[in-house]
């Protein structure tokens, strides 16, 4: 009898038969593979499975511990959730990558190992960016190329860093990293790579806006968020992260408010919320730590809701610049209320899940004495409700009308952003279900006199000015640089300047073989010529045999 299945095969097995299912049998079987894993994920029991030696190193597929599965849960829930919202689409390439990214980022979470994680880190990379590429333009292709490539080097990093550390430990067991050199930072680099963090953070705003309509979804859910739970479980209490962190949430704002394209925006504000966890990581403290994964959690169901949102508005009108939206309440007026919830609760408005959550790092800062911290990350938290909850849905639903007539979402859409409403609404209106399942305990009420008045004064002077400088925060048909400016323009100087030097080194050596020939040449006729001793010692043919060797050395080196 089987006594433990990995989440994770039952999604790559599934995957694999998506192919060969169509129509109603396909979008039938899109439910049934995410439900099995979810049931099983709600069944995980805490222990170690899939235990096995190879080439000497011990490996544990699935470690189950409450860290694991607070993550495991809310991945579980947005595969069910990003199933439903792609049930329309007819492409199964796209279907079969959603699930194995699924599945990579699982095996993430429950590996016992470095070596198991590096497997999975990998296969992450490997599905993920086909979710990029099926949206099938040239933009697409180019921006998931390099989305491939950054994570390539953040794989060599880790995988060097695994390397390096079994080397000086003598095991691949993946728990809290305090050995300090080179494959501390070597592992820490490849975390923070996929977690975004600046100046490492531009793969995300550069891919994720030219993903396709559904596989932004599964995007903007997994490959940070898991990169935060290894963060969490391998540096909790390094220094270096509560500031990064901090920075992260200032930083993504202030690119989320200077963003025109409505995907760009969000993929900017998941860098500013997940700098949240980064810098709760840091702190260390109990409170800290249960604020960072509780956050994931929320920002999962939060994020997901507004990219659904965004996704929806891009499906039905073919646009996604705020310069060429507007009005759209009045034809999508479901997509505009759940995209609202979505935007109240990453805004932290009281009785929505980003509260209970983001309240808890901001509260940790304060109370670990942190006050230059505890004022980054309110700013941050203004700057959030600036952009993605007013700005966004103003220019985009409200404002001035666009002249589209869009009809409503499709119904599958539509009921994936219910269930993701519903889970900002329930987890904000009762977080005790969100608290019970976090690592420790948690001594924490959000909801104090103190922390529901500062929030709402905030909120409120937010937005008094946002309507007070209307006229000036709209979007511009602009796009702003970035730190993937070095590695674009930079690479296509590169390859420009290796191009021009691979021509030079052509023509100077066509130009010597030339010189060369034509002395060779010269020296035979003088020294061999009508009657010397070439022409009586080496026949015609063995003349032109060695003609044409050179003739063909000087056209594969490319004279011109």
Known sequence: MIEWIHPSLVLIVG????????????????????????????NLTPGEYGQFSFLGLDLTVGRVDQLALVFAYVFGIILVIGAIYALHVGDW??????????????GVVLAGDLVTLYVFWELMVITSVWLIWRRQNPVSFAAGMR????????????????????????????????????????????????????PLHAWLADAYPEATITGAIFLSALTTKTAVYTLIRGYPGTEI????????????????????????????????????????VGMGTILALNGAASHAVTHILYKSLLFMGAG???????????????????????TFILYMIGGFSISAFPLFSGFVSKTMVVEAAAADYRPVIFLMLLCASAGTFLHTGLKLPWFTFMGKDSGLRP??????????????????????????????ILPDPVDYNAYTIGHVLKELQLLLFTGLGFFILLKHVGGEAKISAD??????????????????????????????????????????SQRYG??????????TGTMALWAAILLAVLLVFGVR
């Open 530 to 539: 009508k009657g010397g001793r070439l022409s009586r010692s080496w026949p």
């Open 483 to 524: 730190t993937d400016w070095f590695y674009r323009a930079g690479g296509k100087r590169l390859v420009a300047t290796l191009r021009n030097g691979v021509v030079a080194t052509n023509r100077g050596i066509g130009n010597l073989f030339q010189v060369t020939w034509s002395r060779y040449v010269a020296w035979i």
């Open 15 to 42: 995957s694999l038969l998506l192919p060969f299912l169509h129509g109603r049998a396909r979008q039938a079987w899109m439910l049934i593979v995410p439900g099995i894993t979810l049931a099983l994920i709600l």
């Open 147 to 198: 989305y491939l490539m950054v994570h390539a080097v953040g794989g060599v990093l880790l995988l060097a860093g695994v390397v390096i550390y079994y080397q000086t430990t003598g095991s691949v067991a993946f728990d809290q990293i305090e050995i300090g050199g080179p494959a501390f930072y070597l592992i820490l680099i490849a975390f923070m790579i996929n977690a975004a963090v600046p």
């Open 93 to 106: 390439i796209q279907h079969v990558a959603g699930f194995c990214y699924g599945a990579s980022a699982l």
């Open 312 to 334: 929806a508005v891009i499906y039905m009108t073919g646009k996604s610049k705020l310069t060429e939206l507007g009005g759209l309440y009045k034809y999508m007026p479901l």
């Open 241 to 280: 992260l509560v500031w990064l962190g901090a920075i992260m949430a200032l930083y993504g704002v202030v690119y989320a408010v200077l963003a025109n394209d409505i995907r760009r925006l969000l993929a900017y504000h998941i860098i500013s919320q997940v700098g949240y966890m980064v810098a709760g």
């Open 407 to 436: 009809k409503e979402a499709p119904a599958n859409m539509l009921i994936a952003m219910g269930i993701a409403a519903f889970l900002c609404i329930f987890i904000g209106v009762y977080p005790a279900a969100l608290y019970a």
